[in-house]
């Protein structure tokens, strides 16, 4: 099994794996919650390359999930990678 991510045309997803332990687990992303994230003010943004670019905070997205008990493959929301507050904000 490849665990190269990709795009899925049919779906409008990116289709990506996050090694949990021993065992990569799958999941995805839509484009469009990869463009009002990372690029809203950009109109041709590729959902691939916007994926690569943000792969870390997207992977531990997938890993705050995965803890959460979400069972795979996991779809990510907008919720899961809106932006975090920094510690102690708001106090």
Do not use: C
Request: hydrophobic fraction near 40%; charge should be negative.
């Amino acid at each position: 099994m490849s665990t190269e991510a990709y795009f899925h045309e049919d779906s409008g997803t990116v289709r990506f794996w996050v090694q949990l332990g021993h065992q990569p687990i799958g999941a995805m992303v839509r484009k469009e919650t990869l463009h009002y994230r990372y690029h809203a003010l950009v109109s041709n943004d590729d959902p691939l390359a916007t994926y690569h670019d943000n792969a870390a905070e997207i992977d531990e997205a997938v890993r705050r999930r995965a803890a959460a008990g979400s069972a795979e493959p996991i779809l990510l929301r907008d919720a899961d990678l809106a932006p975090r507050p920094a510690a102690g904000a708001g106090h």
